[in-house]
């Protein structure tokens, strides 16, 4: 006895599901917006910066204000327009930067108010 040949088989289009694209396309994005921005956060006491990172493992970093060095900002054009930039924190102690932050808000006041308790400290 011979096995039966399928001479065509059909499934449904993929336009068919456009719309389960379209709407995992307007909620993934979002979704990933959301726990980048919990997942990172800078902490400004009175003598030490903590950088925390993760939302359900925990990773925390943490630099002595006395012991900053240099600090700097970047801010594109786009980035400058809405009120966003990268601060970028260096020690004695190491040959790159300590702390790398990109998108944070208002970078600028971020490094007055170190700056101010750096002069606090001396």
């Known amino acids: 006895m011979e096995k039966d040949k399928a001479l065509l088989v059909v499934q449904r289009s993929w336009w068919n599901y456009f719309g389960y694209f379209l709407f995992f396309y307007l ?3 979002p979704f990933i917006a959301i726990t980048k921005r919990f997942s990172l956060r800078l902490i400004v006491f009175e003598n030490r910066l903590v950088l925390i990172r993760g939302i359900f493992s925990k990773h925390s970093k943490e630099l002595f204000i006395k012991d900053i060095r ?3 900002t970047n801010q594109t054009f786009p980035q400058r327009v809405v009120g966003i930039g990268s601060l970028m924190v ?6 790159g930067y300590e702390f790398v932050i990109k998108g944070i808000p208002n ?6 108010k170190i700056n101010s308790l750096r002069g606090n400290l001396k």
């Open 27 to 29: 909620i993934v994005p």
């Open 70 to 72: 240099t600090i700097d």
């Open 90 to 95: 260096a020690t004695a102690g190491t040959s």
């Open 107 to 112: 970078p600028d006041a971020v490094v007055e």
